[in-house]
């Protein structure tokens, strides 16, 4: 047994660690469980103090350790390599204080998303992160990729939701940083340096968060549309006219919707397959009667003034699950079609039409068999493109990421929305940052981890 690994456990105990073989009946990644676990070890911490102990164990030993949230990256972030280490904040699930008064809920990395969710609930209150991997993931993962999700649009991303972290660094400082108010201007912002620092510059061990009041009101339609543009002015109309209760607003183009609404699909179609555009739409609020009219009546206006062809409003909880399932339900993607390469990029809006149009063109000359799907956060300007062109081939998945990557440069958008880079984008970060932004970037790592053990070769080699 490598000396590492008898010092892990002399140190704390058989029951902080899985070796090789034990680790091994677990799963690589929750994203498509192809894979199990092939690591030196998985480390299981109950407190930030032994992860410390842990992590200067480890950078004396130059050893590369993975942190591990709930496995839901997509970009190989949490891969994991024979010799490395994983370190999972699984055993650090505790919600330790919910403060209904300051607006304030502080939680442990390990908290599943849909658990802090459904905690809060119970004493009416809401933290506004949602997402499809949402009774997976982690709030540390979360933290730690800057998700954004189906309600960035009002709430904003996991950015804007953080006021306070605990981080603990590669030799195994504790940077305590849990701030709790809404101002602090005391010298630099360390937390947002580690959120959606991809586990690279830390291990993120506690956060304080915001929270809102829990919506009393939700209100959702699936509405038709004959063109990008009338979904632009719709946007732009829902955000004067809906009382600033505009959460999300989903684009879905007709390949995408008429998938998710055919069999295999469990989905019926809400509204006919015949439109070029599909938005999901979902406002929340406070007042049950008002909000209700207001949203009918946007959608009344909408409809005379020829703004939408056609609206079907969500009037149960199970007509909600219905309509969010159609948007949400992405592996039916995978499992019509054997190869897929997934795609979340961002540009803005008056540029995604042309963008969506170029590309898919570029790509048909080349397979003319092609399936592409592209739908997404059109209120954040963050879109998801699934390409299917029959084979998985490195020389066809560069040619694909060449097409989609590369008119972003020209247009100032960027390569990833949400996902990050991890190991898939690296070697297109170029496109989205200049230089001097990756040199000044390797310059931190190299300040908070000097050894290069946290996430070895992620994000940059
Ligand atoms: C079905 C589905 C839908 C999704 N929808 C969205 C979406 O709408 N929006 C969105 O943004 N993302 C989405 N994702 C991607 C993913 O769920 C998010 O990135 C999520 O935030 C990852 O959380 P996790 O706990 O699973 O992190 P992991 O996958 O475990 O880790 C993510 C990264 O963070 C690092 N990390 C994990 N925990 C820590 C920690 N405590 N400290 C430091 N580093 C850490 C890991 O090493 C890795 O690099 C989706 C994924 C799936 C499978």
Redesign the pocket.
Known sequence: MPAIIDLLIKTFGKDHLLTHDEAADRVAS??RQHENLDCLALLRPKTTEQISKMLQICNEFDQPV?????????VG??ATKPGEIALS?ERMNQIEEINVQDKTVTVQ?GVVLSDLQKALADQGQHFPLD???KG???I???I??N????QALRYGVMRNLVLGLEVVLADGTIISSMNKMMKNNAGYDLKQLFIGS??TL???TRAVLKMEDLPKTRCTAFIALESFEKAVQLLQYAKKHLNNGLTSFELLWQDYYTLMTSSPSPYSPPLSQTFPFYVLMETHGQDAEKDKILFEEFLEKSLEEGLIADAAIAQSQQELDWFWGIREN?ELVFSVHSTVFLFDVSLAISDMDAYIKKIRTELQNIWPDLHFYSFGHMGDGNLHLFVSCGDDEASTKHLVEEIIYKPLQQIDGSITG???I?LEKKSWLHLSRTAEEIQLMKTIKKAFDPKGIL?RG?LFS
């Not at 993975?66 to 997509?74: A, E, I, Q, S, Y």
């Not at 998700?147 to 189906?150: C, E, M, R, V, Y």
């Open positions: 929750n994203w993975v942190p591990h949230g709930g496995l839901t990256n997509v972030g949490v904040l990395a997402l499809g991997a997976t993931c982690m540390g993962g979360n730690a990729s998700a954004g999700g189906l991809e586990g830390g291990i993120i992405v949400e996902h990050g991890g996430n992620k």
